[in-house]
């Protein structure tokens, strides 16, 4: 079926948009009790030591033969998985250099930003510009 002979779901009847639903619930449901099956099968085979050691052997030989993915499972399993950790330290701010603008108010530097006053840098005082 092509994609432009797709009908979407609001577009069709409220009995097929039933009938869809029935199907995909069941699919999903037997899906589901598959699944089940075979994660209690898996851990049946599981519960018994010698399958764990000889589990656990193969992913060693696999790891020492250079397969990545085997080391990393064996390194999360033992729980050295590596985290991501920010670590936040204080910051030394003698190597800042002086604000010599950080006592004006916000009215002084937008003023002194337009031109309605000069800032003397080395004695950090305002100076009014003359009215000529």
Known sequence: MAKKDLIPLNKRTIEEQKKIAK?????????????????????????????????????????????????????????????????????DTNWFVDNPFENLTNDELKKIASGELDFDIDTKTLIEKDAN
């Open 23 to 91: 199907i995909g619930g069941l699919a999903s449901g037997k899906a589901r009790r598959d699944k089940k099956v075979l994660r209690e099968e898996l851990l049946v085979l599981l519960s018994t030591s010698n399958t764990q050691e000889n589990i656990c052997v193969a992913l060693v030989k696999e790891a020492l033969n250079g397969n990545i993915k085997a080391f990393e499972v064996i390194r999360d399993t033992i729980g050295e998985k590596p985290t991501d950790k920010v670590e936040v330290k204080p910051v």
